[in-house]
C-alpha cells in the first residue's frame, strides 16, 4: 500500500471520529444556531472525500480538491467561536485560575460557577483541527508523493 493510501485511510478514520465528536458537542447548540451544523455535515463530505481520493485519476484529484475546501470549514469555525475578538485568543494565554481559599461550601460554589463559564465557551481554536486534518488529507491525495505522473 503506498502511503499516501494509508495517510487518506487515517484522515477517513479522524474525520469519523470528528464527525462523532462535533455532533455530540454541538448537540444542544444546533437548535439555536444552523451554523453550527457546518463542522458536522463538512466532517462527513471529507470523510466521504478522503475515501474517494483513494481511488486513482480524476477521483484522487476531485477527493483532494474537496479535502482542501472543507478546510475553510476551519477557518470559518474560528469566526463563529471568537468572532475575531482578541479577548478570545488572549484568554489562552491566561493562567488556569484558582479558587481563593475559603470554607468548603465557598469553594464548591465558586468552583461550580467556573465550570458553567467554561462550559458556555466555544473553544477558539479546536476547529482548526478539521483544517488540519483536511489540508493533511489534501497534500496525500494531490501531492507527488515521490512517483512520476
Known amino acids: 500500500m503506498r502511503q499516501s493510501r494509508l495517510v487518506?485511510?487515517?484522515v477517513a478514520a479522524g474525520f469519523l471520529t470528528t464527525l462523532i465528536e462535533v455532533r455530540y458537542l454541538h448537540r444542544g447548540v444546533v437548535r439555536e444556531y444552523a451554523v453550527a451544523w457546518i463542522p458536522t455535515v463538512s466532517s462527513a463530505i471529507a470523510l466521504v472525500a478522503a475515501l474517494v481520493a483513494l481511488g486513482e485519476g480524476w477521483l484522487r484529484r476531485i477527493g483532494g480538491g474537496v479535502l482542501a475546501v472543507v478546510a475553510l470549514a476551519g477557518l470559518l469555525g474560528v469566526y463563529y467561536h471568537t468572532k475575531f475578538r482578541?479577548?478570545?485568543f488572549l484568554r489562552l494565554f491566561e493562567p488556569s485560575p484558582t479558587v481563593a481559599r475559603a470554607d468548603d461550601g465557598e469553594r464548591e460554589e465558586a468552583e461550580r460557577r467556573e465550570s458553567e463559564e467554561k462550559e458556555e465557551e466555544a473553544p477558539a481554536l479546536a476547529p482548526l483541527g478539521i483544517?488540519?486534518?483536511?489540508?493533511?488529507?489534501?497534500?496525500?491525495a494531490l501531492g507527488r508523493n515521490g512517483e512520476r505522473r
Open 8 to 10: 487518506l485511510l487515517l
Open 86 to 88: 482578541p479577548s478570545a
Open 131 to 140: 483544517t488540519g486534518l483536511a489540508l493533511i488529507g489534501a497534500v496525500a
